[in-house]
């Protein structure tokens, strides 16, 4: 099994006794792409500052590379490269002057400006204020920001907020590289699944400051409920043979509607129905995309 990178315990955060995040496990492992999901207002926010160390829990602990963040702190932070919000910069000074202040801060060598401009794709921009870019270059840079000091960790808060689909796209490519290429475990939020489903590994889905559900995007899939519908020609009595073999169907707007059917019963019933004189003009089965099992899942957690 691989190594937790951020592990909490219980993680609670109340403001005027109302809790914002409440009894929160998240478990993040090594090398993963960790979505963090939830409507807005979740407390996706409120977890990620705790995280950073910038607002304290109520209750819980928090520990991240296997240390416990209240005991270290700074040595577990410089390990962090975050974005959280949006990143404010010097309007008119370029990429490069607006990182070099913080380069000078973390006291890393020059040269890793010009690496962490090529990762995130603005090489050729570097030289132009800052004023002129885009919301995704912006984030781009905000993201180059984080890489500057060399993390292990990236947290990274709703980057593709407010991006149209190319912003998105660029982002999301960034992102998906940071486990392979740079060894970087990312901790990602949105409020949005199909932002999250292509880069994602591991989804933690909160409600309410709640954990709803959490593990591989492939065992949410999996929490579908496939239909089978049938359209025939006399739905009513089709329907006294289906509960006659033991299926729990009912009729919607004529059509014929079960819940995870298996292909034998299926075969089983198209037959007698056939046998009994039915035409049978349809036999569908509705799958519900990855949006509506989310959507499903912060309706009524699982
Ligand atoms: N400083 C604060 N004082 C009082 N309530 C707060 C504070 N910060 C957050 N909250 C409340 O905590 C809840 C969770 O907010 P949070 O910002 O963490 O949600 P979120 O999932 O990040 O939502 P969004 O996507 O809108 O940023 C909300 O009900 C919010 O109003």
Known sequence: MSEMIIQTNGLTKKYRGRAAVNQLNLEIKQGDI?????????????TIRMLLGLIKPTSGSISIFGRDLRKDKLSILKRIGSLVEYP??????????NLEALRRILNVPKSR?????????LTSEARRPVKGYSLGMRQRLGIAASLLG??????LDEPTNGLDPSGIHEIRELIKNMPEQYGITVLVSSHLLSEIEQMAGTVGIIREGQMVFQDTIANLQQKSVHHIKLVVSEPESAL???RDLGSTGSLQEN??????????????LVRRLV???HDIYRVEQEKKSLEDIFMQ?????V
């Open 34 to 46: 960790y979505g963090f999901l939830g409507p807005n207002g979740a407390g996706k926010t409120t």
């Open 88 to 97: 404010s910069y010097y309007g008119h000074l370029n990429a490069v002057d």
């Open 113 to 121: 400006i010009d690496e962490v401009l090529e990762i995130v794709s």
């Open 150 to 155: 060399n993390p292990e960790l990236l947290i």
């Open 240 to 242: 006294w043979i289906a």
């Open 255 to 268: 059509t014929l509607v079960f819940p995870n059917m298996q292909d034998a019963k299926i075969a089983t």
């Open 275 to 277: 046998e009994n004189g």
């Open 297 to 301: 899942v912060i309706g009524e957690g």
